[in-house]
């Protein structure tokens, strides 16, 4: 196909398959943005009503002392996974003051209601009186605290929610924002307890198709940027 032969902006179309005698019409949309192309975007990009991310692939990774993320190469379902790591006997974290942050830099088409869908670990609430949090927030708006596992809950037989993690080996949370205008946006997400492990981030703008494993990491350009802790 060659893409510079494509119209601007959505168009839809059909295409004609022939084999022997057969002949079938496929219809087909595409998406040519005006707005942004492969050679100025920076970071992740829209398309087909989302954008799905790969937590090691950060625009930026901001540690705060000890408290920071780091990599766990080849862990679950995807490409590696981002952990939530501080001292053990440290507090929890509030973010904006001793926080530390993963950043992802994305361009959206999309305005209004989205929905982030947190893909975590399985982590139980190992310290006493204590659950496991997470922040997440656009730009610069007050961080969203998200439980992931309350600090009274019990993984015991019979405990269907814990049940089905462990089978899946992956638990989802979701956080809505809203954004009024579209081009780029960072999205940011804030450490608050220690073990958290990030396996996969899903903006989704009204595109997702349910699936087990979730949409194929979105399009993106640029190398995350190492912190000077170098994890």
């Known amino acids: 196909m060659d893409r510079s032969k494509a119209p601007t902006g959505a168009a839809s179309g059909t295409v004609k398959?022939?084999?022997?005698?057969?002949?079938?019409?496929?219809k087909m949309n595409a998406f040519n943005p005006v707005e942004v192309t492969r050679d100025t975007l920076r970071g992740f990009v829209e398309g087909e009503g989302f954008v799905s991310i790969e937590p090691e692939h950060f625009t930026k990774k901001i540690d705060a002392g000890l408290n920071r993320w780091i990599k766990i190469q080849d862990y679950g379902s995807n490409l590696s996974g981002m952990r939530a790591t501080q001292p053990v006997d440290a507090p929890s974290t509030t973010p904006g003051k001793d926080s530390s942050c993963l950043e992802y830099q994305m361009y959206l088409f999309s305005t209004g209601a989205v929905e982030v869908a947190t893909i975590t670990s399985p982590t139980l609430n190992f310290e006493p009186g204590r659950g496991l949090r997470v922040a997440v927030s656009f730009d610069d708006e007050p961080p969203q605290v998200i439980t992931l596992v309350s600090a009274g809950y019990k993984a015991q037989n019979g405990n269907q929610d814990w049940e089905k993690v462990v089978s899946d080996n992956a638990r989802t949370v979701h956080s809505p924002h809203t954004l009024a205008n579209p081009g780029y946006h960072t999205l940011k997400y804030w450490m608050v307890?220690?073990?958290?492990v990030l396996q996969k981030i899903v903006v989704d703008c009204g595109g997702v198709i349910p699936s087990y494993l979730g949409p194929p990491e979105s399009y993106h350009v640029g190398a995350k940027a190492v912190s000077p802790s170098g994890n």
């Not at 398959?17 to 496929?26: C, D, Q």
């Not at 307890?193 to 958290?196: F, N, Q």
Request: aromatic share 0%; net charge negative.
């Open 17 to 26: 398959l022939t084999g022997g005698t057969n002949e079938m019409s496929v």
């Open 193 to 196: 307890d220690p073990g958290v």
